[in-house]
Antibody, heavy 120, light 108 residues
Framework: QVQLVESGGGLVKPGGSLRLSCAASGFTFSDYYMSWIRQAPGKGLEWVSNIRSSSSYTNYADSVKGRFTISRDNAKNSLYLQMNTLRAEDTAVYYC?????????????WGQGTMVTVSS | SYVLTQPPSVSVAPGQTARITCGGNNIGSKSVHWYQQKPGQAPVVVVYDDSDRPSGIPERFSGSNSGNTATLTISRVEAGDEADYYCQVWDSSSDQGVFGGGTKLTVL
């Protein structure tokens, strides 16, 4: 079935780096734009980044611009988020999400999320 | 940047109708999507593009959007509808996704 599975979360010190991965299955990954969305503990959803199907274009929330890099490997059906210079406020569950083709500005499939904790 | 405003909480008795609003400047000109998130789970889309319902979502869920307010309406509310609900748009001017702050629906 259609599935997204995130990995790579964990505990990291402020200023450190972490790379998240998202493995896609059950659909033609290369056909879809993909996004990362995060949720701080007890808080709402925050869109983080977006990448087009061919990696030709990426964009970021102002809060992570210059520190995070989204990428994908269509041959491996995988999405990535390289997070550098991490701050306490980056602590959150990070979800990868598929952008719908039929409803292009919505997220129709979500992973279960991976927790990132930034703390000394 | 574009801001979406939702009430923090809405309470309704079983069998009644719940209405969750999402306010934004001229939101009626945008496509609004609604997500349901139950504790410990990932969000699930319940309404696309203001009023389209994905397959598998009960007809009790509907949406509307006009002027400065979009509304998610849940008819004949059930205990299983208790969750957090988020509205979302795509802000074309910044080319960024935007979520509302979320509304906790409590079924009394």
């Amino acid at each position: 079935q259609v599935q997204l599975v995130e990995s790579g979360g964990g505990l990291v010190k402020p200023g450190g780096s972490l790379r998240l991965s998202c493995a896609a299955s059950g659909f033609t990954f290369s056909d879809y734009y993909m996004s990362w969305i995060r949720q701080a503990p007890g808080k709402g959803l925050e869109w983080v980044s977006n990448i087009r199907s061919s990696s030709s274009y990426t964009n970021y929330a102002d809060s992570v611009k210059g520190r995070f890099t989204i990428s994908r490997d269509n041959a491996k059906n995988s999405l990535y988020l390289q997070m550098n210079t991490l701050r306490a406020e980056d602590t959150a569950v990070y979800y990868c999400a598929r952008k719908s083709i039929t409803h292009p500005r919505a997220f129709d499939i979500w992973g279960q999320g991976t927790m990132v904790t930034v703390s000394s | 940047s574009y801001v979406l405003t939702q009430p923090p909480s809405v309470s309704v008795a079983p069998g009644q109708t719940a209405r969750i609003t999402c306010g934004g400047n001229n939101i009626g000109s945008k496509s609004v999507h609604w997500y349901q998130q139950k504790p410990g789970q990932a969000p699930v889309v319940v309404v696309y593009d203001d009023s389209d319902r994905p397959s598998g979502i009960p007809e009790r869920f509907s949406g509307s959007n006009s002027g400065n307010t979009a509304t998610l309406t849940i008819s004949r509310v059930e205990a299983g509808d208790e969750a957090d609900y988020y509205c979302q748009v795509w802000d074309s001017s910044s080319d960024q996704g935007v979520f509302g702050g979320g509304t906790k629906l409590t079924v009394l």
